[in-house]
């Protein structure tokens, strides 16, 4: 995941537009969406000012580990759940047929 793909993935998370972040760090929107796209990349001025903003550490803004490891949390749960539909289908037919 580039550093573009995380800031979306994060102002998403934190229920921010890229307006909201703008005003945060006093910078325009439009400097917020060419990051978003990754056709630039903040100072390291501005990457300090997006942590805080966001509240997230440097290291968490600039490395996909965390949320990797939310992503298999999630794949995770997902396949817990699927099982459990499977089960409930079973349970189901069985309670039917008595």
Do not use: C, H
């Given at each position: 995941?580039?550093?573009?793909?995380?800031l979306?993935?994060?102002?998403g998370?934190k229920?921010?537009?890229q307006?909201?972040l703008?005003?945060?760090i006093?910078?325009?929107?439009?400097?917020i969406a060419?990051w978003?796209?990754?056709?630039?990349?903040p100072s390291s001025?501005?990457?300090?000012?997006?942590?805080e903003?966001?509240?997230v550490s440097?290291e968490?803004?600039?490395?996909?580990?965390?949320?990797?490891?939310?992503n298999d949390?999630?794949?995770?749960?997902?396949k817990?759940?699927?099982?459990?539909?499977?089960?409930?289908?079973l349970?189901?037919?069985?309670?039917?047929?008595?």
């Amino acid at each position: 995941m580039n550093f573009g793909e995380k800031l979306y993935y994060l102002l998403g998370k934190k229920n921010l537009t890229q307006a909201d972040l703008a005003r945060k760090i006093n910078q325009k929107t439009s400097a917020i969406a060419r990051w978003v796209t990754g056709k630039y990349k903040p100072s390291s001025k501005n990457m300090n000012r997006i942590a805080e903003a966001l509240n997230v550490s440097i290291e968490e803004l600039i490395s996909d580990d965390k949320i990797n490891k939310e992503n298999d949390e999630i794949k995770e749960i997902k396949k817990e759940i699927a099982v459990m539909k499977s089960e409930l289908k079973l349970l189901k037919q069985k309670l039917s047929k008595k």
